[in-house]
């Protein structure tokens, strides 16, 4: 059996770059996809100013997301990234650069494609992405 580390003892910026963030979004979405373009790295948003940076991260910058990769490696933590083959947010092309980066830096990862787009990968109604996180379940 996987030990899962104490999510309390992984560095905060972490917890602030999950999924629960959401309740917190940039106030100018389309800023990010261009931030993310012009800098060749998948960042969280940049406020722009290092105090609010500071306020959200704790830190002057905004994370880079591999620099986390790591961690997740050596915590055991298994990931299950999924995308959309129709996907007009995130390009499936985008998520198959997080898995080989992911695989490099030794993370328990697998990339599994739907024939889905965003919505329906996200909002995990469809037959195909119910079917998918059932099998994952039964392989823990």
């Known amino acids: 059996m996987v030990q899962y580390p104490d999510p309390?003892?992984?560095d905060p910026s972490i917890h602030r770059s999950t999924s629960a963030s959401l309740t917190h979004p940039p106030t100018h979405p389309p800023a990010h996809p261009s931030q993310l373009i012009?800098?060749?790295k998948f960042e969280?948003?940049?406020y722009g100013w290092k105090r609010l940076n500071r306020r959200r991260y704790g830190r002057d910058s905004p994370p880079d997301v591999s620099e986390?990769?790591?961690a997740l490696a050596a915590a055991g933590i298994r990931v299950r990234l999924v995308a959309g083959a129709y996907d007009g947010v995130i390009a499936k092309d985008d998520v198959?650069?997080?898995h080989?980066?992911?695989q490099r830096?030794?993370?328990d990862v697998t990339y599994t494609e739907l024939d889905l787009g965003h919505l329906d990968v996200c909002f995990g109604g469809h037959?195909?992405?119910v079917r998918l996180v059932d099998a994952m379940l039964l392989c823990q």
């Open 8 to 10: 309390r003892s992984i």
């Open 38 to 40: 012009r800098r060749r």
């Open 44 to 46: 969280l948003f940049d």
């Open 68 to 70: 986390g990769y790591g």
């Open 96 to 98: 198959k650069r997080h």
């Open 100 to 102: 080989e980066s992911m």
């Open 105 to 107: 830096a030794g993370v």
């Open 127 to 129: 037959e195909d992405v």
